[in-house]
């Protein structure tokens, strides 16, 4: 998914099959998608050296280009967002116009965005885990506070508010990375277009009360929207979504919504919190700008760190589409192949008009005229054109950024590639030593290692009392290699005269797993574990291997293990792990539950196409349909109401440790 990617063609309406094309500099390779205004593309671009770029190119539409506030606007975006060079945001490398179509080129971003997240989590009927959730609105947050208090060169505060914060314009990468997109409809100081009273611009479902009433913003606006994003990550439910906009506004502007945890009670009071106060009705009391937001998820995602966190969520991504990602990579690949024939082939052929300055088409020869006598015209000529240059060279150092031009260009530099990696260890004991390539390299629970040429590296682990912890470890340029080493304790010798009649405790039941016949021992198959929360003990057929994450390398190719995760608090997870057959490495994700003493579970549904609020014991917990919603035990009284329906009907209910109980009601 890339910036501003309308929604994905259903079927019927699906675009014809897209054949690469040359669009001025660049060969669009694979429509991305296309909708009304615009067009998504992914596009690739040649340098001297056989140097490659892969972009996306955002296209208006031709018939768009002579609507002025539409090209305005298009010019806005480009401009603000050329200015935004942040971690957390989508890049913008080029801008202008080619033949009808005015374009934006920008940073081709390999994922997908929260909508399309949570819808595919939707299909299997699974809600994302929360501290991914977390990690999302974290990570955003910190783009969006970036943005907010970006300034111009002059130091002047730009005063951007980008409006249309929604589960379309997060996009989260699969590597985990988290990037803001689509500043399309960005208010901003030197903004060209500026828009009307009372004139609303964005996604409904995703304004805040301010926004919705018309009035002005500033920043908090788009803190309420994240709250919006972040409280669906966290139920799997539209916050303010009805059957009609204007319901959705008014629901906006009331702001009556309850806490994540009314509808998914794994969601602790902490967290709730910091929802709540994002969603306050009213500014002031809202987090007064997205650095407050960024620092109150980060305290709570604690002791996860950022960087586990984002190998954690690459594992889930990668995992949840791997479909799709073999279907985009076979597009790219051979749309990138024919784009490459082009290039080589348009070689010795002549620019489009655009590209020569002239009017001449690309089939009409020049004519062969006799030569003139020298003539003093073109020096008279060259030395107008001069005074002309010098002229526009003082109105553009004068140029000020609320003069829109008709036609803008904007060109961003790309990044240099790194030409070295690091490695990144947690290590118990925490008096345990490193060592690279036989060089010490730092001691303690937390290591890292930078600036590692690019190869395989002998790294070790010695601790007093520890057996040493030695492996080979690949490092690529610009990778961080991240692992986490316990030591085991060096068995301590028997005494030399036993007593008589020694107890000799039972041997420990241990598998022998026998690798296939046909297995070949060189091959090496590694397991990944993951799970939400992070920090659970991983035991492999009973044997503790490490805390998720952790890879695990002690297994032998087409075998298979018993593996359990275990964590003060919470039920444990097991599961068989099966290692591939050709080696290689394999992921393993678990949302581990909470243990609750004494509970059973409900289902609450409505008969027929109608839902109905739910309350228990008069408080209200949420809408149906309701699964596996967890209550002490005992006996409850619960309650369906849609009055719209006519539905107003009371059961009562006894719940009982350990089993689930179903409740149907009917209109």
């Known amino acids: 998914m890339n910036p501003g990617e309308p929604a994905p063609p259903t079927d019927a309406a699906r675009p014809p099959e897209f054949t690469p094309e040359a669009f001025g500099k660049y060969y669009l390779i694979d429509r991305i998608a296309m909708g009304g205004m615009a067009e998504i593309f992914r ?10 770029n892969l972009v996306v190119i955002k296209r208006i539409l031709s018939h768009l280009s002579m609507n002025d506030q539409f090209v305005r606007m298009f010019m806005d975006e480009a401009k603000i967002s050329a200015v935004l060079q942040a971690s957390n945001i989508v890049r913008i490398y080029d801008f202008g116009k080619i033949r009808d179509n005015y374009f934006i080129a920008m940073e081709c971003v390999e994922g997908k965005d929260v909508k399309l997240l949570l819808r595919k989590l939707a299909e299997r009927r699974k809600l994302l885990p929360r501290e991914f959730a977390v990690y999302i609105a974290m990570e955003a947050a910190k783009g969006l506070d970036y943005a907010h208090k970006r300034t111009a060169i002059s130091g002047q505060p730009l005063n951007i508010v980008h409006r249309d914060v929604s589960p379309s314009n997060i996009l989260v990468s699969y590597t985990g990375e988290i990037k803001v997109a689509d500043f399309g409809i960005v208010k901003a100081a030197n903004c060209a277009e500026a828009t009307d ?7 409904f479902e995703y304004m805040s009360p301010e926004q919705a009433h018309g009035a002005e913003l500033d920043r908090r606006s788009d803190i309420f929207a994240l709250g919006i994003i972040l409280h669906e990550m966290l139920t799997g439910r539209r916050l303010f979504k009805s059957d009609s906009e204007v319901k959705t506004l008014e629901r906006v502007k009331r702001v009556d919504v309850d806490p994540p945890s009314a509808q998914n009670p794994a969601v602790p009071a902490r967290l709730d919190e910091i929802v709540m ?114 002229v ?133 198959a590694v397991a990944s574990f993951t799970s939400s929360p992070s920090g659970a003990d991983v035991y492999v057929d009973g044997k503790r291997v490490g805390s998720t994450p952790v890879s695990w390398d002690g297994g032998a190719a087409g075998s298979r293990y018993g593996v359990e995760f275990r964590m003060s608090g919470y039920d444990s997870a097991k599961f068989n792990a099966s290692l591939p057959d050709a080696g290689g490495t394999v992921s393993f994700d ?78």
Do not use: C
């Not at 003082?394 to 530099?413: F, I, R, S």
């Not at 309701?626 to 369906?640: I, T």
């Open 43 to 52: 596009a690739k671009s040649f340098g001297v050296g056989g140097f490659e």
């Open 197 to 203: 009273a009372g004139m609303l611009k964005g996604k």
């Open 392 to 524: 526009a060279l003082v109105g553009v150092l004068g140029w000020n950024a609320t003069h829109t031009p008709e036609v803008q260009t904007v060109n961003v530099p790309t990044e240099v590639k790194p030409t070295t990696g690091a490695i990144g260890l947690r290590i118990t004991p925490a008096t345990a030593t490193v060592t690279l390539d036989g060089t010490p390299r730092g001691s303690g629970e937390a290591v890292g290692i930078r600036d590692i040429p690019p190869g395989e590296h002998t790294l070790s682990v010695a601790a007093p009392g520890f057996v040493t912890h030695e492996e080979k470890v690949q490092v690529e340029a610009g990778d961080k290699v991240r692992l986490q080493v316990v030591l085991v304790a060096v068995a301590t010798p028997p005494p030399p005269h036993p007593t008589e009649n020694p107890v000799i405790p039972p041997r420990p039941t241990q598998t022998v797993v026998t690798p296939p016949p046909n297995t070949p021992a060189a091959v090496k």
């Open 590 to 667: 678990r949302n581990l539950q909470e243990k609750v003493a004494g509970t059973g579970k409900v289902n609450i549904n409505v008969s027929g196409n109608v839902w109905g609020d739910i309350y228990i014991d008069g408080k209200k917990i949420g809408t149906t349909p309701k699964f596996n919603y967890e209550l002490p035990a005992g006996r409850y009284s619960v309650r369906v109401k849609n009055e719209d329906a006519g539905l107003d009907k009371t059961q009562s209910v006894t719940i009982k440790a350990g089993e689930t109980q179903t409740l149907a009601f009917s209109p």
């Open 277 to 390: 106060r994002a969603l306050s009705r009213e500014p002031d009391q809202r987090y007064q700008d997205a650095r407050e937001l960024h620092a109150d998820l980060l305290d709570f995602l604690y002791p996860a760190s950022p960087d586990l966190t984002q190998q954690s969520l690459s594992h889930f991504m990668r995992e949840l589409f791997v479909d799709e990602m073999e279907s985009e990579r076979s597009r790219t690949e051979s749309g990138s192949a024919l784009a490459r024939q082009m290039h080589d082939s348009a070689a010795d052929t002549e620019l489009e008009p655009e590209f020569e300055g002239g009017t001449r088409t690309p089939t009409q020869a020049a004519p062969l005229l006799p030569p003139k006598p020298p003539s003093r015209v073109p020096i008279l000529i060259a030395i107008a054109l001069v005074a002309l240059l010098a």
